[in-house]
């Protein structure tokens, strides 16, 4: 079972921002939270990861609660193409370790 | 460029066959995934390998089997044993520190 709870749908207007939320109440202490969001009919994409510190990227930053429980993924500027459904993953940080995705959260950007 | 490809983009065989799907990444990460995906759902894993000649079953390896010959590439055949192959295959490789990268993906259906 996916360790962690996304809303199911969200809807942002384009040029917004998007924050999609993501609840990890029993993350562990070596388990970083991981971000991949996959477009319709194609393979997921990497956008971001961190253990506790906040984080940022030319895609996205993500923001961790101090007590780890939840955090929020923020794309700055959403534009069309960032509609897609984002999935929100806990893992530790091996060499291998399988993804257990979730049914993620569907964001629909509109003009 | 650096990357994972999947061939084909989408393959159809009779009921009863066997089929090979491709996987192969010069990324040069060590390890190599296969995941199948159900419209409407998130990613389940098959198979994992680590290393050369060696991987291990994932959470619904019934059906499956695959091989780990070289570095570059590890295909998955999809065997008269499962039951209910239609579905959308997906292949990645990681590194350690590195999120899971995806290829493309290639759609089966079974007629």
């Known amino acids: 079972d996916a360790k962690t709870t996304q809303p199911t749908s969200m809807d942002c207007a384009e040029g917004r921002a998007a924050n999609l939320p993501c609840n990890h109440s029993?993350?562990?202490?070596?388990?970083?939270v991981y971000w991949y969001r996959q477009i319709h009919s194609q393979g997921p994409q990497y956008i971001i990861h961190?253990?506790?510190n906040n984080e940022t990227n030319e895609m996205a930053s993500l923001i961790i609660t101090e007590d780890r429980k939840s955090s929020t993924l923020i794309l700055p500027h959403a534009t069309l193409r960032d509609t897609a459904v984002y999935y929100c993953?806990?893992?530790?940080?091996?060499?291998?370790?399988?993804?257990?995705f979730g049914t993620g959260t569907r964001l629909q950007v509109f003009p | 460029d650096g990357g994972i490809t999947q061939s084909p983009k989408y393959l159809f065989r009779k009921e009863g066959q066997n089929v090979t799907l491709s996987c192969e990444q010069n990324?040069?990460?060590?390890?190599m995934y296969w995941y199948r995906q159900d419209p409407g759902q998130g990613l389940r894993l098959i198979y994992y390998?680590?290393?050369?000649?060696?991987?291990q079953k994932g959470d619904i390896a019934e059906g499956y089997s695959v091989s780990r010959e070289k570095k570059e590439s590890f295909p998955l055949t999809v065997t008269s044993a499962q039951k209910n192959p239609t579905a959308f295959y997906l292949c990645?490789?990681?590194?350690?520190?590195?999120?899971?990268?995806f290829g493309p993906g290639t759609r089966l259906t079974v007629l």
């Open positions: 990645a490789s990681s590194s350690y520190g590195t999120g899971q990268y």
């Open positions: 029993t993350i562990s202490g070596n388990e970083y």
């Open positions: 961190g253990l506790k």
């Open positions: 993953i806990v893992r530790e940080q091996t060499n291998t370790d399988k993804l257990i």
């Open positions: 990324l040069n990460h060590d390890a």
């Open positions: 390998s680590q290393i050369v000649n060696d991987f």
